[in-house]
């Protein structure tokens, strides 16, 4: 079974995502880290990638073609290295916030990540997938389809207790810029733009608690 829940930055799809895949012992398929993974690569990775004076499309043609990037499940959840070296934390920086949101316009990008996210929900038997397009593009027969959002308050204020937690200080006006913009490059872009599909459930989480959340996606996928 496939769930494909999509939505802007802040709507706390990675949250509920991760309990619901675990509640229903389903695989995780974090697709924005697959996204953060390549703009890291392209920026600040090694191969002289960002560093060697390349201009950033020679860097991503080498990239998407060196294979060091990889993608596996372990454990139910998505593993990401280059080559030996695992990625976590270097994925979640303001900077490769910004860079994923500026490669994944990219049609390149889009379609080796793609073929990535369908190998890996082959090797699933059931899985939880997030993102932008995963319900639109990347799973269109998805059994469960839904698009989760809240309002810019309540997600500038997830995305600065988010920072606060990890030490850094972004005051909340600027978060809530830094999220419009991203709202409107994801939205606006012409390659798998993020949109609701017709088939998804809306779902506003603004005033939810995480629990009331993966209760009512629960109740969604026990139908099933
Ligand atoms: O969900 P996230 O913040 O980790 O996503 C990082 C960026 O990747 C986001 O700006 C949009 C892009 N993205 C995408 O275009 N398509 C997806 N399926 C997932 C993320």
Redesign the pocket.
């Known amino acids: 079974m496939i769930i494909a829940i ?1 939505g802007p ?1 802040g709507a706390g ?2 949250t509920v995502c991760k309990i619901l895949a675990n509640r229903l012992g389903f695989v995780y398929l ?7 993974a390549v703009a890291w690569a392209v920026e600040t990775g090694p191969m002289g990638c960002g560093k060697n004076g390349a201009p950033a499309d020679l860097r991503l043609r080498e990239v998407l073609l060196a294979r060091e990037l990889r993608f596996c499940v372990e454990n139910d959840r998505l593993g990401i290295f280059w080559g030996e070296k695992r990625l976590t934390e270097e994925l979640r920086t303001p900077e490769a ?1 910004e860079a ?2 500026r490669i ?1 316009r990219l049609p390149e990008v ?1 379609q080796f ?1 793609v073929e990535w996210q369908r190998r890996l929900a082959r090797e699933a038997s059931g899985i939880v997938a ?5 319900a639109t593009v ?1 799973f269109p027969d998805a059994e469960l389809k839904v698009f989760l959002t809240a309002d810019l308050k309540t997600r500038a204020k997830r995305r600065f207790d988010q920072y606060f937690e990890k030490g850094e200080k972004l005051c909340l006006e600027e978060i809530e810029a830094l999220i419009l913009a ?1 709202d409107a ?2 939205s606006k872009r012409a390659h ?1 733009p ?1 949109r609701m599909a017709e088939d998804a459930v809306f779902l506003d989480t603004s005033g939810l608690s995480v629990q009331e959340v993966v209760d009512r996606l629960s109740q969604m996928a026990k139908r099933f």
């Open positions: 999509d930055a799809k990675s974090d697709t924005g880290a697959m996204y953060r916030t994923a949101s994944s889009r990540l997030e993102g932008r397009d995963t990347v991203r490059a994801d798998s993020m």
